[in-house]
Each structure stands twice: as structure tokens, then as C-alpha cells.
């Protein structure tokens, strides 16, 4: 079974109360899992992690939240490669908005460039589209942890 990093970016609480369904999931399936609204470098190289999970709505024009941002900086600044890591990306927002789910693209980008291997493409999950967020990321969870 998978041990699972689950990387919270929320500003209203959306992204959060995903990410807490998710956690829910990702244990009934026999995986172990830590959710952290305030990831961290030190965090991520505390232990042998089969997979980081992100779970991130943006901010301002495409921002990453206040309580992803350190993490993000950190893994731009000392992060060692990532190239054996599987990630996996659950993006928030609205399609209204001109930087729809701008964060989430950011992160993914990171990871990217870190070598980290995504081996299911990130869910975008739109507000105009949906009043049941959870529901959607449940459905591609799924996946994601068969993958792993």
C-alpha cells in the first residue's frame, strides 16, 4: 500500500474540505496518508513518500494560496531532484476568472521541473461546472491510486 504526502493550497476552505474527503478515500483504501495545509521541504523529506498529492484552488489572478506558497518557494530553492516521486494534481477554480487554476499549474510545473512523474494527468475541477468538487476529485482519485 501507498504512503501518500496530500499537499493542501485552500483559501475559502474548498480546497480543504476536498482534500479532507479525499484523506477519507485514500484510508479506506488501505493506503496511510498526512494531509498538510502547510507543507514543507522538511515534511516532504521526513520519510519515504510513494506519492505528493496536491489539492490546490488559486488566488488573486492564478495565485498559489498563502499556506502553499512557502512550499512551493522551497522546492524551487532547495529541493534535490524528484525523479523517482509520482505526483498527482487536483486543481480548483473557476473558469471565469482569466488565470483559471493558475496555482495548480504552477505546482504541476515545479514538479515537473524536479522530474517527478505524474502518471495520471491533473483533474481540473471548475466551480462554474460543479457544486460537488469532492465528488469529481473522487472519481479520479481512482485512478490516481491505481497508478500507484
Same mark, same amino acid.
Given at each position: 500500500?501507498?504512503?501518500?504526502?496530500l499537499?493542501?493550497?485552500?483559501?475559502?476552505?474548498?480546497?480543504?474540505g476536498v482534500? =479532507?474527503?479525499?484523506?477519507?478515500?485514500?484510508?479506506v483504501a488501505?493506503?496511510?496518508?498526512v494531509? /498538510?495545509e502547510?507543507?514543507s521541504l522538511?515534511?516532504?523529506?521526513?520519510?519515504?513518500?510513494?506519492?505528493?498529492?496536491i489539492?490546490?484552488?488559486?488566488?488573486g489572478?492564478? =495565485?498559489? #494560496?498563502?499556506?502553499l506558497m #512557502?512550499?512551493y518557494n522551497?522546492?524551487?530553492?532547495g529541493?534535490?531532484?524528484l525523479a523517482?516521486?509520482?505526483?498527482g494534481v487536483?486543481a480548483?477554480?473557476?473558469?471565469s476568472y482569466?488565470?483559471?487554476?493558475?496555482?495548480a499549474?504552477?505546482m =504541476?510545473?515545479r514538479f515537473f521541473e524536479?522530474?517527478a512523474l505524474c502518471?495520471?494527468?491533473?483533474?481540473t475541477i471548475d466551480?462554474?461546472?460543479?457544486?460537488t468538487?469532492e465528488r /469529481?476529485a473522487?472519481?479520479?482519485?481512482? =485512478?490516481?491510486l491505481a497508478a500507484l
Open positions: 500500500m501507498a504512503n501518500i504526502y499537499v493542501v493550497g485552500s483559501v475559502t476552505g474548498t480546497a480543504l482534500a =479532507e474527503v479525499l484523506k477519507q478515500v485514500i484510508e488501505g493506503h496511510s496518508v494531509l /498538510d502547510h507543507a522538511a515534511t516532504l523529506n521526513s520519510q519515504s513518500w510513494d506519492a505528493v498529492l489539492c490546490t484552488s488559486s488566488t489572478k492564478g =495565485e498559489i #494560496p498563502n499556506n #512557502p512550499f522551497e522546492l524551487a530553492n529541493a534535490s531532484l523517482k516521486m509520482k505526483f487536483i480548483l477554480g473557476n473558469s482569466a488565470n483559471f487554476c493558475g496555482a499549474n504552477l =504541476e510545473q524536479l522530474q502518471p495520471v494527468p491533473k483533474v466551480a462554474t461546472e460543479t457544486t468538487p /469529481d473522487k472519481f479520479w482519485l481512482k =485512478e490516481f
